[in-house]
């Protein structure tokens, strides 16, 4: 029995915090993530809301995505509602269980929220989530604001529990870092039995139950297509011009805002626009009905052609198939501007994005490369790896510290975990060759418990010469600090894990040589980043070392060393700004001198051990 929610206030939340709160309210009772930008902020949130309101969700980080979703699908085997958070790419990590449960006739409501980054602006691809559903088979919810993606949470759970069905909400990055008030309401009761029924024609992954329950999904597709086209009004429907139509707008998620923000700005009412909020399956008699009705269309969706793919006949409509809507990057609304224009062969005006654009330039700013933070220890790792053996390949990985390529530390980067992969095939192209070349992967903390636990052993196994070096700042620092095994945290308040060692599970997986150091001290990262490749070497398997130091952003005190530049040693060699890379450490051009930026400067001290020439020094105290 279902007890259905009340509203009880307004809030104005971000859309992360949205989705959150409707996760908690729809009576969610297991909660699962990896924490990926732009969904990180949403497992901590489900969290906050289930203390203040008091519900016995579980709430847990996965060491990866496959893990995360593993945990959350089983969880909805006996009944109970559940669902599991990453972002795009996360899913690329989860999509083998992802595939295969999408077949089994589940029981408790399952959801899960993949949130994307078109653009890009944290990832390693603008990849469409939309098409994983429409690849899998499962239904898809595209909202298009944050109070849109509460509500969908609730519809999602509905469908998912109506057909035993996974369901997915792909909101994008502009969805869940708006703000929004939303309504808050009470948490949803839900009260039934919860039990695993053994039954493993329903949940054992066979060939022989794959060719019976596939049928099935395909009838649940078919019978959700029709549903998408009858009784989700509120997130399929019509704006339809006033008179004849110029221009037919088809448009979906996050691209209906822009749109109707853009229509309305502009007073123009001889626009219509169909908006899709159901993307997979489309509700194809209702996109086709909209087509048929105007003689120039225009499908806006990100990133990918999702919604044009399903069309039946795209020859009236202009999108992504016939490179009208660019194929690549982020539909920001100057672009969609743009396209809406050309669509009724208008030309635009100039307006306030104009005024902008020259005050911008009035102002002269220049943009600047993201940087490692001030004080954070991965700089001062890679520095000493690269200084310790300057001719060696550096394969790294998705981290704060894939920021190193600004320190030239960086040599290739490709998913997580692929630091210590990529090293093994570095290692075999040089071995094949007789060669005996020097490789020195970095990867995070957290990243190793992720992906690069299998990729140690498999060196292990076949004998891989190169040096891993784990960069341990004790958090999980790039997606917001949220735990992960090494810290041994949990969500819940009460909720207490425990700290899985770094340096034991190295040694569980065959390691001989491991050390532990402290990565402040750079003249000792040299001298170990030299030993342990010697080692390697001679011993034709990989050595680990491990750069240990809080991140700066979450150390309460700290011993602070101020310091300065002698400007009568400092030569101008720049070797401290191209090599070291600090916020703090700046040149100028007018002096030739390298000086401290007090504004960013938090008197670490370790540049006092960078610079050849001795001209970076302590400040003496009086």
Not at 240 to 261: C, E, H, M, R, T
Request: charged share 25%.
């Amino acid at each position: 029995m279902e007890v259905a929610c009340t509203v009880s206030t307004k809030a104005i939340l971000l859309g992360n915090e949205a989705i959150a709160r409707g996760i908690v309210e729809a009576g969610c009772a297991v909660a699962t993530a990896y924490p990926g930008t732009p969904s990180s902020e949403i497992l901590p949130a489900v969290a906050k809301f289930a203390d203040a309101l008091g519900t016995s969700t579980a709430v847990e980080w996965g060491a990866n995505e496959k893990v995360a979703f593993e945990m959350a699908t089983s969880a909805a085997f006996t009944g109970v509602r559940s669902c599991v958070v990453m972002k795009q790419v996360g899913l690329n990590v989860a999509a083998d269980p992802f595939m295969s449960a999408a077949h089994f006739d589940m029981k408790g409501g399952m959801l899960l929220v993949v949130a994307d980054d078109p653009g890009p602006h944290s990832s390693q691809t603008e990849q469409d989530s939309r098409f994983f559903a429409y690849f899998a088979k499962v239904p898809c919810f595209d909202p298009s604001t944050a109070a849109e993606a509460k509500d969908m949470v609730f519809d999602a759970y509905d469908l998912s529990e109506k057909y035993n069905i996974i369901t997915m909400l792909r909101p994008s990055v502009r969805v869940d870092h708006c703000r929004q008030d939303v309504d808050i309401k009470d948490v949803l009761t839900i009260d039934r039995e919860i039990r695993f029924e053994k039954d493993p024609a329903r949940w054992v992954c066979l060939p022989a139950t794959v060719r019976i329950n596939h049928p099935k999904l395909n009838k649940k597709n078919d019978q959700i297509r029709e549903d998408f086209e009858t009784e989700y009004s509120k997130y399929n429907y019509e704006i339809p011009a006033k008179g004849k139509a110029k221009l037919g707008i088809i448009a979906s998620g996050v691209s209906f805002s822009i749109v109707y923000d853009i229509l309305k700005a502009w007073g123009r009412e001889d626009i219509s626009i169909l908006k899709i909020g159901t993307p997979v399956p489309l509700p194809i008699k209702m996109v086709t009905d909209f087509i048929n009705r105007h003689e120039n269309v225009l499908v806006l969706e990100e990133t990918y052609p999702v919604v044009e793919m399903q069309l039946l006949d795209r020859t009236k409509v202009k999108g992504r198939w016939n490179g009208f809507v660019p194929r690549a990057g982020e539909l920001l609304p100057e672009v969609i501007e743009s396209i809406i224009l050309k669509a009724l062969d208008e030309e635009k005006a100039v307006g306030a994005d104009s005024d902008l654009k020259a005050a911008l330039e009035e102002l002269k700013i220049t943009p600047r490369k993201p940087m490692l933070c001030p004080g954070c220890p991965h700089r001062a790792s890679i520095f000493a790896i690269r200084q310790a053996i300057p001719n060696a390949i550096n394969p790294s990985d998705i981290g704060c510290y894939t920021l190193s390529v600004n320190q030239k530390g960086a040599d290739a980067v490709m998913d997580m975990g692929a630091s210590v992969t990529m090293a093994s095939g570095l290692y075999l192209a040089h071995k094949v060759m007789g060669k005996d070349q020097p490789i020195v992967s970095t990867i995070g903390d957290s990243t190793f418990f992720h992906m690069g636990i299998p990729g140690l052993v498999s060196a292990v196994y076949n004998k891989h010469a190169f040096v891993l070096s784990i960069l341990d700042n004790r958090t999980t620092a790039m997606t917001g600090a949220q735990s992960n095994p090494s810290v041994g945290d949990k969500l819940r308040k009460g909720d207490e894990g425990r700290i899985v060692e770094i340096e034991q599970v190295v040694r569980g997986c065959g390691v001989h040589y491991v050390q532990t150091l402290e990565a402040y001290d750079v003249e000792e990262g040299k001298r170990l980043v030299k030993e342990a490749w010697e080692y390697a070497k001679e011993h034709q398997e990989p050595a680990v070392l491990i750069f240990k130091h809080p991140c700066m952003l979450l150390r309460e005190q700290q011993d602070k060393i101020q310091v300065k530049v002698d400007s009568e040693k400092c030569i101008g060699c720049k070797f401290c700004i191209n090599f070291f890379n600090c916020p703090g450490l700046v040149f100028d051009e007018a002096k030739k001198k390298a000086y401290i930026d007090e504004r960013f400067c938090v008197s670490c001290g370790v540049c006092t051990q960078v610079c050849p020439h001795g001209a970076i020094i302590p400040v003496e105290e009086a």
